[in-house]
């Protein structure tokens, strides 16, 4: 099946723009991650939505992020007011969490977000 | 709050040598353990896991890890490195279900 997609792959925008980040999941999956991979810094942890849970947004580094997750499926992460510090690249996973892949996460290209 | 520290950044060997990479992670609880490896130009891909039982954990391409639980470490090996084992390589840990990554080691392999 397919796996994690993201769109768009690549976006430019200007400083003081929004901006929106989709993910699709692979089928199934209830867990989903928002990640973003700047050079040096590894993976920094956003956000994560569980099923019908409250999702975890404690890494979310500022008040202008913000993400959703709809119908338990696509989620779109949003950057208001974009700034040059932004510019990262922004990975989404998804889990299985039965079975013996339990936890092992899937993750989709990533969208690289370049703020001019 | 839980964390995961890669001491080494860059890593240069030349083909034939070993490999250990470390990691050490800070959590009091129970904790599920992976490394992920990202090729130049690939996405992120699941190296090994550890969940339970045998803490000689063996993965593809020849990977190993060892969890030590008393040492909170779970350092990555390889006897003799290839060339195409040149990557960025990523410990995590699951706590609580949330899934912490530390800052990745960029291994280059010199052929």
């Known amino acids: 099946g397919a796996g994690v997609s993201q769109s768009p792959s690549n976006k430019v925008t200007e400083k003081g723009k929004d901006v929106e980040l989709r993910c699709d999941p692979i089928s199934g999956h209830t867990a989903l991650y928002w990640y973003r991979q700047s050079l040096g810094q590894g993976l920094e942890f956003l956000i994560y939505?569980?099923?019908?849970?409250?999702?975890?947004k404690s890494g979310l580094p500022s008040d202008r992020f913000s993400a959703e997750r709809t119908g338990g499926s696509v989620s779109t992460l949003t950057i208001q007011r974009t700034q040059q510090e932004d510019s990262a690249v922004y990975l989404c996973a998804s889990i299985s969490i039965a079975g013996e892949k339990n936890h092992e996460q899937y993750f989709g290209p990533g969208t690289r977000l370049t703020v001019t | 709050a839980q964390s995961v520290s890669q001491h080494n950044h860059h890593v240069i060997l030349s083909e034939a040598a070993s490999l250990e990479l470390g990691c050490n992670y800070s959590y009091g609880g129970t904790v599920n353990l992976f490394w992920y490896v990202q090729y130049p130009g690939q996405h992120l891909q699941l190296l090994l896991k550890y969940f339970s039982g045998d803490p000689l954990v063996k993965g593809i391409k020849g990977f190993e890890a060892e969890f030590i639980k008393s040492k909170f470490s779970f350092n990555l090996r390889k006897p003799s490195v290839q060339w195409s084992d040149t990557a960025e390589y990523f410990c995590a840990v699951n706590a609580d279900d949330k899934i912490i990554f530390g800052k990745g080691t960029r291994l280059h392999i010199l052929p």
């Open positions: 939505f569980q099923g019908n849970s409250a999702p975890d």
